[in-house]
Structure formats: structure tokens, C-alpha cells
């Protein structure tokens, strides 16, 4: 996500960063290019003018230029001033008794799914949500929160067939919820195409019944202008108290997320990051700035990798490392533990200084190649891949439906992270020679 975005900025400032002196010619400049990628990046025209103009200001003050590195300096008034656009820290929910979330959006944005991950999200948080659905109009909505909400584990209120008053119907949901033992309802409503005046009378009849502390916007990242000028119609008709961002893994632009904040006074409150329930998150500004500007996200990195790894398996595995007893069924298992983290490209992006990398990229479908060759081994070729010899390669290339050439690059690669183990002061030359983080899985 933000790819284009931070790949033009890398460019502005290692520009800036070059000038021994910064000037308002330089200055004027550079913002002039930062404003176009904003552009570019689907921001709205105003916020960009505005963002852009606060910085140029605060550029040009003198204590900017008497410093030591005024680049330098630049870039960290860029920074927080893009921190104050996203929002900064995460803003929490308001989950006072009796805590009432109401959904609201456009059809196709995501209002069913984000309703079941967050959800799951307050079930990790250890309370105690029920689902409620509300879209009287697509009875496949229905069905489908309720099919989440199985697999979730996780209560689901559904209408009566045939119900077509949504008061009538969250009336009777009250009900079934006073029978259900819970703490947070979360309340999944109709959408349209676009807003109207029939959406907005039933969602204000909602928001009158229920006296929600919650009213979350689902916007679709991917639509840009559009989620800004949604945005802005349902605060006026509502007063929304946060958003809800989804599919801001599929997009490489962005300007949705720029803009939301500005334009409403509303912060963003969550995030979906891929289509899996538990690939959602609350939104950190501060975190997210870091990631466009290429200083990475080692906090969400960790905190990724303390839900998803075993404390005793990483240990025991960083043992074996040391020891460069290393074989493919750890490899394997090392290997599994990753995927759970999420796309191994957005891993990396949280790596401080691996933004900078203009082509950072990884082929999942390799990636799913090598976990083939791999299952595609006996348990003893993987325990000792040195007894591997070209009849066994040749069947574990059928078997995994790649070529023999592509197992023997897969073995190199092993034997040479195997002596890099052994060998530490090698690293720079290994890598540099592999083609960066990632190669393992990658071309030769």
C-alpha cells in the first residue's frame, strides 16, 4: 500500500537532503512535487493544498535555516505533520453500557465482513459481541453474517423471514439480545449504490432507536475521491464518530486514507489489511506515516509476530540456528509460521529502510513453488538434504510440478544459508549476491 506515493517521496527528499542549504527556491520545488504526488495518490485537492502549505510555512522558519542539516529537518517536519493528518495514535472505541456499534456505508464497501472482524477483533479483547443484521434489502447479507459468525463463533441476530420494517426488526433483536450473554452489539445495516434519501431516514430511525456510541463508516480504500465525498455526506447526515478503512492492502495510492480525517474531523479507526477475518487492525497514523516515508513499522511487525508465533517454538528454533543445525522441516515450519504474519511484500515494507526499496516485491506464487518442493521431499531428504541426489531431484521436481532446475536453486540457496550460519562474516556477500531479504523464495 502507498507504494507510489512513498516511492515519489524517497525521490523529493533525497533531493532535499542533498542541499547543503535550503532556500524557499528548494523549498517551493520540492513541495511543488510533493503536492503532485499527493495528487497522484488520490488525495483530495484541498487537504493536499493545506498539508502542503503547513509544511512550506514551517519549512521556511528560521530555525530551519540555521540547522546543521536542514534536509534532515525538512523531512522530520514532513513526518509530523503527516502524523497530525492521519491522526497520530490509534483512537479507541467507546464501549460504555450499553455499547452499541452501528455500521453504516455504501453497498460493496465491506460493511458485513468488517462487521465480523471487528467482531472477532473485541472477542480477542476478551469481550463478549454479538452480531446483529440489519439489511432487511439483500438477504444474502444476512446469510452471510450469519455464516461468519459460525465460523467465528460469535451470536448472530437474524430477521424474521420476510421482515421489511428494520425498526420493527432491531426492536425484536433487543429482545433476543437481553437472552444472549454479551457486552458489545454490533449492528450490520442496509446499503445503496449511492446515498439516498429512503438510507439515510432508516439509518437516522436506527440511530435514534438505538443511541449507538458508536456510528463507524465502512469506506473501500480503492475508491479514493469517492470515499472522501462519501465520507463527508454520511458526518453531515449522522455525525459519524470514526471510519472503518478497507482493502488499504490492495491500494497502492492511498489518498482515501490522507484525506478522511481532514475532511471529517473524524478519525480512522480501524483498517482491514487483507480478506481474511483476523486481517484487521487499529489504525496507528503515526505508524502509517512512518511506512510511506520508508522508516517502517517495527512496533506492528512485533506485534504481528507475538499473536501468530509460539514463544517456546521461536526459541527452540533459534537455538537450532545457533547451533546451524538447520534443516527443511524447520524450514517448513519457519516457513508456515511467516504466512501466518500475511504477505511476506508487506512484512517487509514494516522493515526500516526496506521502503526505500523502489522494487521490493515477492512473487507469492514462487513462494508457493518452493513450499511444494519442499512437501514434495521424504522426511529424511529433509532432515538430510545432502542425500539428494539427482534421481531424487528429479522426482521431487515431478512431484511438485517445477523443474529440476528450479530444486537444485532451491538447494543451493539452503546449503548456502546453512553456511552462512556457520559462517556469520559471510552475510554481506551472501546477500548481495542472493538479490536481498526474501531470496530463498525467489529467481535466481
Not at 439489511?135 to 424474521?160: C, E, F, K, N, S
Not at 533459534?318 to 534443516?327: G, H, N, V
Not at 537444485?408 to 554481506?428: A, H, Q, V
Request: charged content about 25%.
Amino acid at each position: 500500500m502507498f507504494s507510489q506515493l512513498s516511492n515519489k517521496l524517497q525521490d523529493v527528499f533525497k533531493g532535499l537532503r542533498g542541499h547543503g542549504r535550503i532556500s524557499e527556491d528548494n523549498v517551493s520545488v520540492a513541495l511543488r512535487e510533493v503536492r503532485m504526488a499527493l495528487l497522484e495518490a488520490d488525495v483530495h485537492f484541498d487537504v493536499a493544498k493545506g498539508f502542503v502549505a503547513r509544511v512550506k510555512e514551517k519549512a521556511l522558519g528560521a530555525e530551519v535555516l540555521r540547522s546543521v542539516t536542514p534536509g534532515q529537518q525538512i523531512v522530520k517536519i514532513f513526518q509530523d505533520e503527516l502524523i497530525a493528518l492521519l491522526g497520530g495514535d490509534a483512537a479507541p472505541l467507546d464501549l460504555s453500557k450499553p455499547a452499541r456499534i452501528l455500521m453504516v456505508g455504501l453497498h460493496g464497501a465491506g460493511k458485513t465482513t468488517s462487521s465480523a472482524k471487528l467482531a472477532l477483533w473485541l472477542k480477542k479483547q476478551g469481550r463478549k459481541p454479538v452480531l446483529i443484521a440489519c439489511d432487511l434489502h439483500r438477504p444474502a447479507a444476512i446469510d452471510q453474517l450469519a455464516t461468519l459468525g459460525d465460523q467465528l463463533d460469535i451470536p448472530v441476530y437474524r430477521p424474521v423471514a420476510g421482515e421489511g420494517d428494520v425498526v420493527r426488526s432491531v426492536k425484536a433483536s433487543l429482545a433476543w439480545a437481553g437472552s444472549v450473554p454479551h457486552d458489545v452489539e454490533i449492528y450490520d445495516t442496509a446499503g445503496r449504490l449511492e446515498i439516498d434519501e429512503v438510507l439515510v431516514g432508516d439509518l437516522k430511525k436506527l440511530r435514534d432507536l438505538l443511541s449507538p456510541k458508536e456510528i463507524l463508516l465502512v469506506c473501500d480504500a480503492a475508491t479514493g475521491q469517492q470515499a472522501v465525498s462519501v465520507a463527508r455526506h454520511f458526518h453531515e447526515a449522522l455525525t459519524i464518530s470514526g471510519v472503518v478503512l478497507t482493502k488499504l492492502d490492495g491500494d497502492a495510492r492511498g489518498g482515501a486514507a490522507l484525506s478522511l480525517r481532514e475532511v471529517t474531523g473524524r478519525p480512522i479507526k480501524f483498517a482491514g489489511v487483507g480478506e481474511k477475518p483476523d486481517q484487521f487492525e487499529p489504525f496507528y497514523g503515526e505508524r502509517l506515516a512512518g511506512r510511506i516515508l520508508g522508516m517502517g513499522d517495527v512496533v506492528g511487525l512485533v506485534e504481528k509476530a507475538s499473536e501468530a508465533i509460539n514463544e517456546e517454538d521461536a526459541l527452540r528454533m533459534a537455538e537450532k540456528l545457533k547451533r546451524a543445525s538447520f534443516d527443511f522441516n524447520d524450514f517448513l515450519e519457519q516457513f508456515r509460521m511467516m504466512r501466518k504474519l500475511g504477505p511476506l511484500e508487506n512484512l517487509l515494507g514494516m522493515l526500516p529502510g526496506m521502503g526505500n526499496m523502489k522494487n521490493l516485491s515477492v512473487d507469492e506464487k514462487q513462494v508457493s513453488r518452493t513450499e511444494a518442493i519442499v512437501l514434495s521431499m521424504t522426511l529424511k531428504e529433509r532432515t538430510s538434504p545432502d542425500i539428494i541426489n539427482a534421481r531424487r531431484r528429479q522426482r521431487i521436481a515431478r512431484g511438485s510440478g517445477v523443474s529440476v532446475t528450479e530444486v537444485n536453486n532451491l538447494l543451493r540457496r539452503f546449503g548456502d544459508m546453512r553456511k552462512l550460519m556457520k559462517n556469520r562474516g559471510k552475510l554481506k556477500q551472501l546477500m548481495a549476491r542472493a538479490g536481498g531479504p526474501g531470496a530463498l523464495f525467489g529467481k535466481p
